[in-house]
Every structure is written in structure tokens, then in C-alpha cells.
């Protein structure tokens, strides 16, 4: 009998079940009216009661499905928050990496505003409202000056700060419906750069798990503006260098030249007076770059005026040849990449002979590979060590060096050059990520060339 009741109750949660329950109870009811109906009438008066009693009892869903839905747990509703700070994270990275303006508060806010259940919120920095949104937005506008008492107190003491009444919120506009917020401060690298203010209209409504919510925004968001911060404190000094780094070759690369200048005025005026010329026009081209990064075909031309320079020099001692897939024509290089390892062929590989040089540049993979080679004298193992030590302040080797150091600088550890020692001559290998200008002129990577794809 307990099994057949447990399968009864069973039953009674679906509604298949529920159904089945009625038929079979109700089939049952008839048998017994019909049983009933030789029976005496007290026995009739009380089956039937009875049979609709069981009934009921049987096909009736149980209490509590047809009771109000329970009221959200603790649990239920730090679940729900949990989920909203990591959407807010998700959503405010991109939006906190130009770190804090006007534009990025705006954002910010409406992220803060789309999954909060706060009246209203706002962002300032130090002494204005940079975005509102919400409850009283018509009155609390972008650049108002701050004037919560709460505000300075968390700015100034870099702790969340609650203001409990409209009093405590000092807002001057009649009739305004703000009536308790808390405030948290932004801070970067130990000083206030701002704040969140989250507001309600319902008085003394700000309670422990308000602050808390605060206070954990505050310190996400805080490591998030000073990663950012950070971030651009690296590529500041990775620029710094660069230029610095630039600043060398480009003195190293006019001395050289000039030298040229004066061993052509001894032995030939006119020949002289075409270098002055031709280093003219290149220094004009040099001049007229505005920019780190130019394309391999714009540094392919700088080469190109280089050598004829020193061919005029060294007349009929050099032969320059270019073997340059088109696909890389437009990839992004530093400026002035080539010329110091052109330049590097001509100084250690010419000697009283003929020296012939090719550029090869190709994608392997997602980097452009650039080979300069030339078929000279070459180096021995210890000349090498010695041109390329770094702590070697010796103007011979800079302009290698440098190239080096910038590479690194540029792509990290996809950022290299590699010296062949050959027999006869020099490769020379740079390798870097490739590289196309975006829309705003910058750098972008947008070549996923495999190799696969050319075999």
C-alpha cells in the first residue's frame, strides 16, 4: 500500500500524471456509484462525499506549486551581482583603455547604469561631473562642478564615502529626487583620479552590501586605469628610445656620407658636387618623414639613393639587386631599418673588389623576413663578437647595433637581426611581425600569411 501511494504522489507532478490520476479515480467513482446504487442511501451519502474527497486529493496539484514564487534568496541575489560585476569588467576593458575622459566616463556609466540596480550614476574626476545617467540626468550635466561633501571626502581620503541624506548630496536644483548615494573613489598609482557615485531616490537606502559593491568597483576599475596607465608609460619609453636610438643612426649615416663628400673633392670636384646633390635629395626624403614606420617599399628607395651615392665613390665596384615579393611592398618598417646593414656590406665587404648585394624580403608566416647578403671579404668569428657587443662604445658597429636594439624595442622577442657569417661574405637577417597602417596611420597587423599557402 506505501508504494502504491508514493506512485500516486508521484504522479501528481506532472501534468501527464495528474491527468491519469482524474481518469483512473473517476473511473472508479462510477463503479462505485453503480455498486452503490442497490446499497442503502446512507451508504450512497457517504461514498460519494467520500470518492470526491480522494479525488480531489489525488488530482490536485500539490501546495506548493500553486503557491506565490519564493522571495529571492542571499544567495539568489549575490549570484546576480557577482554575474553584473563580471559583465561590467568584460565591458569596461576596452572602454578604459584611453583611460578617463569624457567620452570613456560616458561609456563607463552606461555600462555601470545597464547593470546596476542603482536610481541613478555618475563619474567625475577630481573637481567635475564627467557623465550622469539616470534619475535627475537633466540637472546633473557633464562638467557641473562637484558638489557633494561625500565626493571631496572620498577623493580626498581615497575611501568609500556615503552620503545618507539629500542634504548630504547638496544638490542646488529644486524639487531634485536624489536622496542617499554612495561614493567610491578612482585611484592610480596612489593618487584619486576620480569617482563613481551611485545614487537612490528611496531615503536611507544605501546599506553594507552597497558600500561593498563600491568599494570592490572601485579597486577593479582602479587596477584596470593604472594597467592602462602603466601601458602607456611602456610604449612612452619604448618611443623615448626609439628616437634615441634613431637620433644615432641618422648623424652615423650623414658622417659617412660626408666622408664620401671629402675623398671625392681631392681627386674630383664635379664628382663631389653630384654627392652634395644626391645626399640633398635624400636628406629632403628623410626629412619629410613624419613617422617611426615607413613601407618597405619607401625604404627600398631610401637604399637605393644611399648606394648610388657610394657607388659614385666606389665607380663600378658595386652591384645592388632586389628579389622582393610584391605581397610585402607594403608592410611597415622602421625607418631606416636597411640602409645600416647596406651600409655594413660596403664598409666590411668591399675591399679593392667587386662586391655584389641583394635584398630579399618575403612573409613566412605572420612576420616579414628582409635578407640583405653580399658575396665580400666577410668577417671573421672575433671581428663579429666585436661589432656586435653592446658594450662596446666604438662608433664602428652603431649602426648595427642600433638596428638590433630597435627591432627588440619594436616586437620584443619577434623583433631580431641575425648575422650569417658566410664564406665569402655576410647575411644579414631582420625579422618582424608584418604590418600594415591602419586607418589611423598606426601600425596594424593584418597579415596571416601561411606558409603553406605559397608552397
Known amino acids: 500500500m506505501p508504494k502504491i501511494l508514493d506512485a500516486l504522489d508521484s504522479l501528481r507532478h506532472t501534468p501527464r500524471g495528474r491527468w491519469g490520476t482524474f481518469v483512473v479515480v473517476a473511473a472508479v467513482t462510477v463503479l462505485l456509484l453503480v455498486a452503490a446504487r442497490g446499497s442503502s442511501g446512507v451508504f450512497f451519502v457517504v461514498a460519494v462525499p467520500l470518492v470526491l ?117 547638496r544638490c542646488g536644483h529644486p524639487g531634485c529626487r536624489l536622496a542617499c548615494g554612495v561614493i567610491a573613489p578612482l585611484v592610480v598609482s596612489g593618487a584619486a583620479v576620480g569617482a563613481m557615485k551611485f545614487y537612490r531616490t528611496a531615503a536611507d537606502t544605501i546599506g553594507e552590501d552597497d558600500r561593498t559593491l563600491a568599494a570592490g568597483l572601485s579597486r577593479l576599475l582602479s587596477t584596470q586605469l593604472e594597467l592602462n596607465e602603466v601601458e602607456v608609460q611602456r610604449q612612452m619609453a619604448i618611443e623615448a628610445k626609439m628616437r634615441a636610438l634613431k637620433a644615432q643612426i641618422h648623424p652615423h649615416f650623414i658622417f659617412n656620407v660626408l666622408n664620401t663628400i671629402s675623398s671625392a673633392c681631392v681627386v674630383d670636384p664635379q664628382v663631389a658636387r653630384t654627392v652634395v646633390l644626391r645626399l640633398s635629395s635624400l636628406l629632403r626624403r628623410t626629412f619629410r618623414i613624419r613617422t617611426e614606420f615607413i613601407t618597405l617599399q619607401e625604404e627600398l628607395a631610401l637604399v637605393r639613393e644611399y648606394l648610388e ?43 679593392e673588389s667587386h662586391i655584389r648585394i641583394v635584398v630579399r624580403a618575403n612573409l613566412v608566416g605572420h612576420d616579414l623576413r628582409i635578407e640583405v647578403e653580399d658575396d665580400g671579404h666577410g668577417l671573421s668569428d672575433a671581428e663579429l663578437a666585436g661589432l656586435l657587443d653592446q658594450s662596446n662604445d666604438l662608433h664602428e658597429g652603431v649602426g648595427l647595433r642600433n638596428t638590433r636594439r630597435r627591432l627588440q624595442a619594436i616586437a620584443g622577442e619577434r623583433g631580431s637581426l641575425t648575422i650569417e657569417n658566410r664564406a665569402p661574405g655576410l647575411r644579414l637577417i631582420v625579422s618582424l611581425p608584418a604590418t600594415r597602417a591602419g586607418v589611423d596611420g598606426r601600425p596594424r597587423r593584418d597579415l596571416a600569411h601561411a606558409d603553406g599557402a605559397r608552397r
Do not use: W
Open 53 to 169: 474527497l480522494i479525488l480531489a486529493a489525488l488530482t490536485l496539484p500539490p501546495h506548493r506549486e500553486i503557491s506565490q514564487p519564493a522571495a529571492p534568496t542571499v544567495a539568489d541575489d549575490s549570484d546576480r551581482r557577482a554575474r553584473s560585476i563580471l559583465s561590467i569588467l568584460d565591458r569596461s576593458l576596452p572602454i578604459l583603455r584611453i583611460g578617463l575622459d569624457r567620452a570613456s566616463a560616458a561609456d563607463l556609466v552606461h555600462v555601470l547604469f545597464s547593470e546596476l540596480d542603482f536610481d541613478a550614476i555618475a563619474i567625475t574626476d577630481t573637481e567635475r561631473i564627467l557623465a550622469f545617467e539616470g534619475a535627475e540626468a537633466e540637472h546633473h550635466l557633464s562638467g557641473d562642478p562637484i558638489a557633494t561633501e561625500a565626493t571631496r571626502t572620498a577623493l580626498r581620503d581615497k575611501r568609500v564615502a556615503v552620503a545618507d541624506k539629500p542634504t548630504d548630496i
Open 309 to 351: 651615392i657610394e657607388s659614385i665613390r666606389f665607380p663600378d665596384m658595386i652591384s645592388y639587386h632586389e628579389e622582393v615579393d610584391s605581397e610585402t611592398m607594403h608592410c611597415l618598417v622602421p625607418v631606416l631599418v636597411l640602409q645600416p646593414l647596406v651600409e655594413n656590406c660596403i664598409i666590411h665587404g668591399l675591399r
